[in-house]
């Protein structure tokens, strides 16, 4: 099958959308409900294009009334250059839906209200985004960022931890200023679930991103780290210390000397040996 074809076969709808599609059609506003809708189907074909430029794995773009998800089977170890193009395609897109509704306002071909209530929706999409809340674009750009200054098992925790204080923000936001927006209730209470899930799987997260390492797919270092590390350091303690994009070499101390370890020395006694609490000062008497 066509690449291009299987991102239309992998849109799905969320059961959520048709409840508030059924609102929306006995309050008469099913009108906004597609614009909406359209909204955000081009803010996430624009992550799964850029995607597939770069052969990602796609497994689906679940639609949501209020928003989306693109769900890609990667795991931490892209290039730097490809995660960035591939998080930012989609507020991208919300330019282009700037320039194509000033054009066909001025042709006559939408009218004043529509072209008002379109550049209103597409604002406050992009807006709400580029929130540092997780699984927003905002929330993935934070944890990309702090991939660059950190391990990656580290990143992931501080979004999260930056996700679970701006959406305290916006819900305290919520509470004093517009208690009855039901749309920003459930918005919210939606990406308090995502954070949550994503909390409870951060270990899973870590591992995914180690067994893509251990199994060699196509992974570009920019950089050689060097891990310096006691010998009595359990193993699973230093792969915590593990960078995406970077190659390392493990250097162990021990009564005062220090031995090389490679990386792939310690995912293969993690992932094939099982010797996840060992110290890491006795790997050097295995190699």
């Given at each position: 099958m066509n690449k291009w074809v299987?991102?239309?076969?992998?849109?799905?709808?969320?059961?959520?959308?048709?409840?508030?599609?059924?609102?929306?059609?006995?309050?008469?506003q099913f009108q906004t409900l597609l614009l909406l809708f359209w909204i955000v189907l081009w803010h996430e074909l624009g992550h799964v294009v850029a995607a597939h430029l770069f052969s990602w794995r796609v497994k689906r773009i679940l639609l949501?009334?209020?928003?989306?998800?693109?769900?890609?089977?990667?795991?931490?170890?892209?290039?730097f250059y490809e995660e960035l193009i591939v998080t930012i395609a989609g507020p991208l897109q919300h330019l282009i839906i700037f320039f194509i509704a000033y054009i066909a306002h001025h042709a006559n071909v939408i009218s004043s209200e529509m072209y008002?209530?379109?550049?209103?929706?597409?604002?406050?999409?992009?807006?709400?985004?580029?929130?540092?809340?997780?699984?927003?674009?905002?929330?993935?750009?934070?944890?990309?960022y702090?991939?660059?200054?950190?391990?990656?098992?580290?990143?992931?925790?501080q979004a999260l931890y930056a996700?679970?204080?701006?959406?305290?923000?916006?819900?305290?936001?919520?509470?004093?200023?517009?208690?009855?927006?039901?749309?920003?209730?459930i918005i919210v209470c939606f990406l308090a679930h995502a954070v949550w899930l994503e909390w409870k799987q951060r270990t899973y997260v870590w591992i995914r991103f180690l067994l893509e390492r251990y199994y060699g797919k196509r992974i570009e270092y920019r950089a050689l780290k060097r891990l310096v590390v006691d010998a009595n350091d359990p193993l699973f303690r230093v792969l915590l210390l593990f960078h995406r994009g970077k190659?390392?070499?493990?250097?162990?101390?021990?009564?005062?000397?220090?031995?090389?370890l490679d990386?792939?020395?310690?995912?293969?006694?993690?992932?094939?040996?099982?010797?996840?609490?060992?110290p890491i000062g006795h790997l050097l008497y295995t190699y």
């Open positions: 299987a991102i239309f076969m992998n849109i799905h709808i969320h059961p959520l959308f048709w409840f508030v599609a059924l609102i929306a059609v006995m309050t008469a949501l009334p209020f928003g989306g998800v693109a769900e890609m089977d990667e795991h931490g170890n892209r290039p008002r209530q379109l550049l209103e929706y597409n604002l406050s999409i992009l807006l709400i985004n580029l929130l540092p809340i997780w699984p927003l674009d905002g929330g993935k750009l934070l944890f990309l702090r991939t660059m200054r950190t391990s990656f098992r580290r990143a992931h925790e996700s679970i204080f701006f959406l305290s923000v916006c819900f305290i936001c919520l509470l004093t200023m517009a208690p009855m927006q039901i749309n920003l209730w190659k390392h070499a493990i250097i162990v101390k021990k009564n005062q000397m220090e031995m090389e990386e792939n020395e310690l995912l293969y006694a993690y992932f094939h040996e099982k010797r996840t609490n060992e």
